[in-house]
């Protein structure tokens, strides 16, 4: 994702949200994230959401702005974001394209080719 908004990023904004975790200690942990430190309990509030994805932008190295869903979980609700899922934005504010849920649906060079088949005018920044 960080090449993808090196090579866009005079078009398009990139963000990350912060949805619920998905391996939390207190429900489906995995090895991996236990080999490489990653462990954290499932958030029971707003601050430590914040922190849980200030640690996740950090540890991934994520170059773009991330945003935080809030504990209700509405926006991973809304898109049925979880575990993870790529979408495209038009200009105009609607959906342009999205990707199969993941952790499969995540290919960075299908978002690209969706990237490159939306009108110029849809990916203007303002």
């Known amino acids: 994702m960080n090449k993808l908004h090196q090579k866009y990023k005079d078009r398009i904004a990139f963000h990350v949200v912060y949805i619920q975790e998905a391996h939390s200690s207190d429900f489906w942990q995995m090895a991996v994230n236990e080999r490489d ?3 954290y309990a499932e958030p029971r509030s707003a601050e430590q959401r914040h922190n849980v994805a200030a640690a996740c932008v950090r540890n991934l190295k994520i170059e773009f702005p991330a945003v935080v869903d809030g504990i209700d979980n509405a926006t991973e609700i809304a898109y049925t974001a979880w575990p993870d899922r790529l979408y495209l934005i ?14 499969f649906g995540f290919n960075t060079a299908v978002l690209e080719k969706a990237i490159e088949r939306l009108p110029a005018q849809q990916t203007r920044l303002p």
């Open 90 to 103: 038009g200009a105009d504010g609607r959906v342009a394209w999205k990707s199969r849920p993941g952790p």
């Open 37 to 39: 430190g990653v462990v």
